[in-house]
C-alpha cells in the first residue's frame, strides 16, 4: 500500500472521507441485516448484549475510520513536499548542466 500511496500521484480530497465512511457504516448496518437472519453476530464485540461496551466499540471504528483518512491524507502531503523539493533540485542541477554545455560551445 505505501509504494502506491508513494508512486503514485492520486490527490485525497477531504470530502472523499465520506465514502469510506459510509461504506464502515454500510458494513455494520449490514451485521444487523445478519444477526436478524442467522442470530450470529459477525463480530463478538457487535453485540449488544454487552452493553456501553459495544457502543463504544462502534462509535471507536467509526472515529477510527476518519482519523486513518486524514493520516493518509498527512502522508500524501509529505510525499508532495518531498517531491517538490527533489524537483526543485533536480531543476537547479538541469540549469547548471545546460549552462556548463553553453560555455563550452
Do not use: C
Request: proline share 4%; charged share 15%; no cysteine.
Amino acid at each position: 500500500m505505501m509504494t502506491d500511496v508513494i508512486l503514485n500521484r492520486m490527490k485525497l480530497p477531504k470530502r472523499m472521507v465520506l465514502m469510506p465512511f459510509f461504506t464502515i457504516l454500510f458494513y455494520m448496518f449490514l451485521t444487523f441485516i445478519i444477526y436478524a437472519i442467522k442470530n450470529v453476530w459477525v463480530y463478538p464485540f457487535l453485540d449488544w448484549n454487552q452493553g456501553p461496551k459495544a457502543a463504544i466499540w462502534y462509535f471507536a471504528i467509526a472515529i477510527s475510520v476518519v482519523v486513518i483518512y486524514f493520516f493518509m491524507i498527512g502522508i500524501h502531503l509529505v510525499r508532495n513536499w518531498i517531491a517538490k523539493i527533489l524537483d526543485n533540485e533536480s531543476d537547479r542541477e538541469t540549469i547548471h548542466f545546460q549552462e556548463t554545455r553553453s560555455t563550452m560551445v
